[in-house]
């Protein structure tokens, strides 16, 4: 790592939790960790991304850009030779793990906390368990003669304060009929035409996802932020439902269309959601009834889920203290999470609790973003109380893996680095040592050829170090 200052007198006048320290702290944990921090050429961001997906059939329907994909799964699970068995994905997202899984035999048991997610992979265990020949029929007919065209009523459009204004007057009434014309058909049909419309609502309105927040055009009417945005082309409600249901239907007509012959004869895995908090759930979970676990969890990097998918969220129905109440139970990512009573969660946390206490990285890091949030020097107060969230709740998990897995079974984790006023934060070796301190064995933390670049206010003011990406490999000894 790059000293930050060299000359003695500079580092005596440094606090002593200051940024030399945190990067004394970091090269003693790298060192620690050399033998199996591994660049893995094989390895891109597409692949540990959701780009890999673009053009894979079913993985494609919904772009859920934290996803990572299909891609990463098979080729983590073949290198290690995992083909049977039980595989739980505490953080599941759109599902990508447990359907990778479940395509090769593996069952697969996800937990997933925000609706989104769940929709998605609900559409997709339907279209698993089979759709019939009528039902493709009607998706067919919609894509020739929009049925919601014509109709006479209009279901309200439901929102969130977040999300009022965000179509064209136009595409607001088009989303209208097509919800109350999708009425008149099946169940199933039902669900395929509510998950395409999900799929378009970005592409159909004024906004775009930016990690933090939704992004606002400015024909929108709204002004947000110094600089006018142009988010570019706002895609025609019409033409995108028709693309997006005709992308559906080809992929479900090829999947149903003649085998391979030469194909492997693979039984799907049974796949089963858990919906709600991993922090609640996790704790019901049998001890030792997992033989891998594949997952990334939200990233230590304020990114709030609940901003960045309110339309689709207000359309499946959540209200203002819903998605405050959704907030609040994500594991701590953005600094509006308050911070949660872990031992009142479960006593039996303590274990974790004291390991994230003894954790002197992560300890200097926290002392060290408190004295910037003192001294004013921070962007957000909440940085420090989101950080410590992150790392705490996370040992929390950790713990609960190690003990839902059998022994000698792997966890395999995707996760990114990140820097707060100037600190860079090792979440891959700091992770990694609270795993090591609660019974995992570090096989390999694999390290992306190319890393990630920091965000334009840190690189202005930090310069434009490089921050690790990685795929974690633990192993549960006992």
Same mark, same amino acid.
């Given at each position: 790592?790059?000293?930050?200052?060299?000359?003695?007198?500079?580092?005596?006048?440094?606090?002593?939790?200051?940024?030399?320290?945190?990067?004394?702290?970091?090269?003693?944990?790298?060192?620690?960790?050399?033998?199996?921090?591994?660049?893995?050429?094989?390895?891109?961001?597409?692949?540990?991304?959701?780009?890999?997906?673009?053009?894979?059939?079913?993985?494609?329907?919904?772009?859920?850009? *934290?996803?990572?994909? =299909?891609? #990463?799964?098979?080729? +983590? /699970? $073949?290198?290690?030779?995992?083909?049977?068995?039980?595989?739980? !994905?505490?953080?599941?997202?759109?599902?990508?793990?447990?359907?990778?899984?479940?395509?090769?035999?593996?069952?697969?048991?996800?937990?997933?906390?925000?609706?989104?997610?769940?929709?998605?992979?609900?559409?997709?265990?339907?279209?698993?368990?089979?759709?019939?020949?009528?039902?493709?029929?009607?998706?067919?007919?919609?894509?020739?003669?929009?049925?919601?065209?014509?109709?006479?009523?209009?279901?309200?459009?439901?929102?969130?304060?977040?999300?009022?204004?965000?179509?064209?007057?136009?595409?607001?009434?088009?989303?209208?009929?097509?919800?109350?014309?999708?009425?008149?058909?099946? *169940?199933?049909?039902? =669900?395929? #035409?509510?998950?395409? +419309? /999900? $799929?378009?609502?970005?592409?159909?309105?004024?906004?775009?996802? !930016?990690?933090?927040?939704?992004?606002?055009?400015?024909?929108?009417?709204?002004?947000?932020?110094?600089?006018?945005?142009?988010?570019?082309?706002?895609?025609?409600?019409?033409?995108?439902?028709?693309?997006?249901?005709?992308?559906?239907?080809?992929?479900?007509?090829?999947?149903?269309?003649?085998?391979?012959?030469?194909?492997?004869?693979?039984?799907?895995?049974?796949?089963?959601?858990?919906?709600?908090?991993?922090?609640?759930?996790?704790?019901?979970?049998?001890?030792?009834?997992?033989?891998?676990?594949?997952?990334?969890?939200?990233?230590?990097?304020?990114?709030?889920?609940?901003?960045?998918?309110?339309?689709?969220?207000?359309?499946?129905?959540?209200?203002?203290?819903?998605?405050?109440?959704?907030?609040?139970?994500?594991?701590?990512?953005?600094?509006?999470?308050?911070?949660?009573?872990?031992?009142?969660?479960?006593?039996?946390?303590?274990?974790?609790?004291?390991?994230?206490?003894?954790?002197?990285?992560?300890?200097?890091?926290?002392?060290?973003?408190?004295?910037?949030?003192?001294?004013?020097?921070?962007?957000?107060?909440?940085?420090?109380?989101?950080?410590?969230?992150?790392?705490?709740?996370?040992?929390?998990?950790?713990?609960?893996?190690?003990?839902?897995?059998?022994?000698?079974?792997?966890?395999?984790?995707?996760?990114?680095?990140?820097?707060?006023?100037?600190?860079?934060?090792?979440?891959?070796?700091?992770?990694?040592?609270?795993?090591?301190?609660?019974?995992?064995?570090?096989?390999?933390?694999?390290?992306?050829?190319?890393?990630?670049?920091?965000?334009?206010?840190?690189?202005?003011?930090?310069?434009?170090?490089?921050?690790?990406?990685?795929?974690?490999?633990?192993?549960?000894?006992?």
């Amino acid at each position: 790592m790059t000293t930050l200052i060299a000359e003695s007198e500079n580092q005596e006048s440094l606090a002593p939790t200051g940024l030399i320290d945190i990067e004394q702290l970091d090269d003693e944990l790298t060192s620690q960790f050399k033998d199996v921090l591994t660049v893995q050429q094989t390895l891109s961001r597409a692949v540990v991304s959701f780009q890999a997906n673009k053009a894979r059939p079913v993985y494609r329907w919904f772009k859920y850009k *934290e996803a990572f994909s =299909a891609a #990463l799964v098979e080729y +983590l /699970l $073949s290198a290690y030779r995992i083909e049977t068995g039980r595989l739980l !994905d505490p953080f599941a997202g759109a599902g990508t793990a447990l359907f990778a899984a479940s395509d090769i035999g593996i069952a697969a048991e996800g937990i997933e906390l925000l609706p989104i997610g769940q929709a998605i992979v609900k559409t997709r265990q339907l279209v698993q368990q089979g759709l019939t020949d009528d039902d493709l029929k009607a998706l067919t007919r919609w894509i020739e003669t929009d049925p919601w065209q014509d109709y006479e009523s209009a279901s309200p459009l439901p929102e969130l304060r977040i999300t009022k204004g965000a179509y064209p007057p136009e595409t607001k009434i088009g989303i209208e009929k097509y919800l109350s014309a999708m009425t008149q058909e099946s *169940e199933r049909v039902q =669900a395929i #035409l509510k998950f395409v +419309l /999900l $799929s378009v609502l970005e592409s159909v309105s004024y906004t775009r996802k !930016d990690g933090q927040y939704l992004r606002w055009d400015y024909r929108s009417g709204r002004r947000v932020g110094s600089k006018p945005f142009d988010k570019g082309l706002i895609s025609d409600f019409t033409h995108a439902v028709r693309t997006k249901l005709r992308e559906v239907v080809n992929d479900l007509s090829a999947d149903i269309g003649t085998p391979d012959l030469f194909a492997r004869d693979i039984v799907p895995g049974e796949v089963l959601l858990h919906q709600g908090s991993c922090l609640e759930v996790l704790p019901r979970l049998a001890s030792r009834s997992f033989d891998v676990i594949f997952t990334s969890p939200p990233y230590c990097n304020r990114y709030d889920y609940t901003r960045t998918y309110a339309l689709e969220l207000a359309l499946l129905g959540c209200d203002e203290r819903r998605v405050v109440e959704l907030r609040q139970d994500m594991l701590s990512c953005t600094v509006e999470n308050r911070a949660k009573d872990l031992l009142k969660l479960n006593p039996a946390w303590s274990e974790s609790v004291a390991v994230a206490d003894n954790q002197c990285l992560l300890q200097a890091i926290l002392s060290y973003l408190e004295r910037q949030k003192d001294d004013g020097s921070l962007n957000n107060n909440g940085i420090p109380r989101m950080v410590r969230g992150y790392f705490y709740e996370m040992a929390c998990v950790i713990q609960e893996c190690h003990r839902v897995l059998r022994p000698n079974s792997l966890m395999f984790m995707v996760n990114d680095n990140v820097r707060y006023a100037g600190a860079a934060i090792s979440v891959d070796l700091i992770l990694s040592s609270m795993a090591e301190e609660l019974g995992f064995q570090i096989e390999r933390i694999l390290v992306l050829p190319n890393g990630k670049g920091n965000s334009s206010q840190q690189m202005g003011e930090h310069g434009r170090e490089s921050l690790r990406k990685c795929v974690y490999v633990w192993r549960k000894v006992l």
